[in-house]
């Protein structure tokens, strides 16, 4: 019982020395990793927030230089719009010329159908020739035949015809369609799977001296849901040609024509 007594009088100062030194303590070492940690997240913090404010200011360049581009190709469609407009005033000047100058052909055709004809006045006013009397060897010329006016007919088309097709695996040209006229059209809308398509077109005069480069044939190409046309052919006169353009896509053609006939052809290169 004594010894008991004493052993516990020899303990109690060690615990209680224990429980009052909290530098001895082992819970309150892990303190300065902690704060470490803390300081770690905050500089990663930081990098982060300063390359995501680099990437906005490099965002925002690149959308002030497309804006910039934006600007740029706005500006030439309007000039290119002026320029179609300009071509359109002058087209319905050639246009109205045109009509004029067929209106005076018109008029100078029935005054010259109204006057009579020298040559009946002349054939009435000549005396009869006699005949010649028996034995006479003086018979009168022989009137020659007269020459008949014998004109060539127009061909059935200007256009060539459409190219055959190559060995499988080529390309060649398909012929999509052809349209003819006199008069100013608009064509249905088509669509272009090669990266290049053509058009074969053709415009030609009145038979007649007199209509000789009175005809007029304008052709442009519209890409649908679009103002800005490509220029296919502006021709005064008799004359063919074939003009390429820009594919693919979905295209439709306006024909203004005015004092001939016309016929064109579209093809596509795939």
């Not at 009168?140 to 007919?153: I, L, N, W, Y």
């Not at 100013?184 to 074969?200: A, M």
């Not at 053609?253 to 001939?260: P, T």
Request: charged share 20%; aromatic share 6%.
């Amino acid at each position: 019982m004594r010894l008991a007594l004493v052993l516990a009088l020899l303990f109690l100062p060690r615990l209680s020395f224990a429980q009052t030194n909290p530098s001895t303590a082992g819970p309150a070492a892990p303190a300065p990793a902690k704060l470490s940690r803390s300081m770690l997240t905050a500089a990663e913090l930081q990098k982060t927030v300063d390359q995501l404010t680099q990437s906005n200011r490099d965002l925002l360049d690149l959308l002030k230089k497309q804006q910039s581009v934006l600007e740029d190709m706005q500006f030439d469609r309007r000039l290119q719009s002026r320029q179609i407009e300009s071509l359109e005033e002058r087209l319905e000047d050639s246009l109205f010329q045109n009509t004029q100058l067929q209106n005076k052909i018109a008029t100078l055709e029935a005054e010259a159908a109204v006057r009579p004809s020298a040559a009946p006045e002349a054939a009435q006013a000549a005396p009869p020739v006699p005949d010649a009397p028996p034995g006479s060897t003086n018979a009168p010329p022989a009137q020659p035949a007269p020459v008949q006016d014998v004109s060539t007919p127009p061909p059935s088309t200007y256009l060539p015809p459409p190219d055959t097709e190559g060995m499988p695996g080529t390309k060649s040209w398909h012929r999509f369609f052809t349209l003819k006229g006199e008069d100013s059209q608009q064509s249905d809308l088509f669509h272009i799977e090669g990266r290049t398509w053509r058009v074969l077109w053709h415009n030609q005069d009145k038979p007649g001296k007199e209509y000789a480069n009175t005809s007029a044939l304008f052709i442009n190409a519209f890409p649908k849901d679009d103002t800005i046309p490509q220029k296919v052919c502006s021709k005064l006169g008799s004359g063919g040609d074939s003009t390429e353009l820009d594919g693919p896509g979905n295209y439709y053609l306006k024909i203004e024509a005015s004092g001939g006939s016309w016929e064109l052809a579209v093809e596509d290169f795939r």
